[in-house]
Antibody, heavy 121, light 111 residues
Framework: QITLKESGPTLVKPTQTLTLTCTFS??????????VGWIRQPPGKALEWLAL???????RYSPSLKSRLTITKDTSKNQVVLTMTNMDPVDTATYYC?????????????WGQGTLVTVSS | QSVLTQPPSASGTPGQRVTISCSGS????????VYWYQQLPGTAPKLLIY???QRPSGVPDRFSGSKSGTSASLAISGLRSEDEADYYC????????????FGGGTKLTVL
């Protein structure tokens, strides 16, 4: 079955760079039509899409955060890494990674449990 | 401010039918599929509806989706206490090289 799990620091200081890793199983990111995305959710607030990487290494970013985000994949390790530069307290949120496939019209059909990242000095 | 507009709250009694609306624009809902996610308290979102009205395996047929123009709706019939959750709509937006957009979420309360 498909599982995803996010890992990374729980606390980062303002201006630092956040690096999050999504480790998955049950699928390959080299399979045509598959992608892995990142979505975040500030406490008590709505979901916000951040980035998405496809099997063919095509990458898409949130227009409002594009300058701060980088998404990469390591197919051999079944991992996707998201980096976000210049962190600010407003970036405090639970960060989710999720599986995407053309089979369900590119929806995010499997999600990780999420990891809470707090930005504070 | 979310790109897709949802009512912040909705409510119903057990057995009732409730609908949640989602309003967008020509660059997102107007030209792409709509998706719905359910988020139970303290858990990750779960895909409820894809391609406007398709249910993934395991999602009860009490949940249905529809789309018309630049708006979409999620309907829940035979409301149950376990349906109390936050519901989010989403769509791909063709502007600015393409990106996903979400609604602000609707908190459904089962009275």
């Amino acid at each position: 079955q498909i599982t995803l799990k996010e890992s990374g620091p729980t606390l980062v200081k303002p201006t630092q760079t956040l690096t999050l890793t999504c480790t998955f199983s049950g699928f390959s990111l080299s399979t045509s039509g598959v992608g892995v995305g990142w979505i975040r959710q500030p406490p008590g607030k709505a979901l916000e899409w951040l980035a998405l990487i496809y099997w063919n290494d095509d990458k898409r970013y949130s227009p409002s955060l594009k300058s701060r985000l980088t998404i990469t994949k390591d197919t051999s390790k079944n991992q996707v890494v998201l980096t976000m530069t210049n962190m600010d307290p407003v970036d405090t949120a639970t960060y989710y990674c999720a599986h995407s496939t053309v089979d369900t019209a590119d929806s995010f059909d499997y999600w990780g449990q999420g990891t809470l990242v707090t930005v504070s000095s | 401010q979310s790109v897709l507009t949802q009512p912040p709250s909705a409510s119903g009694t057990p057995g009732q039918r409730v609908t949640i609306s989602c309003s967008g624009s020509s660059s997102n809902i107007g030209s792409n599929y709509v998706y719905w996610y359910q988020q139970l308290p303290g858990t990750a979102p779960k895909l409820l509806i894809y391609r406007n009205n398709q249910r993934p395996s395991g999602v009860p047929d009490r949940f249905s989706g529809s789309k018309s123009g630049t708006s979409a709706s999620l309907a829940i019939s035979g409301l149950r206490s376990e349906d109390e959750a936050d519901y989010y709509c989403a769509a791909w937006d063709d502007s600015l090289s393409g990106h996903w957009v979400f609604g602000g979420g609707t908190k459904l309360t089962v009275l």
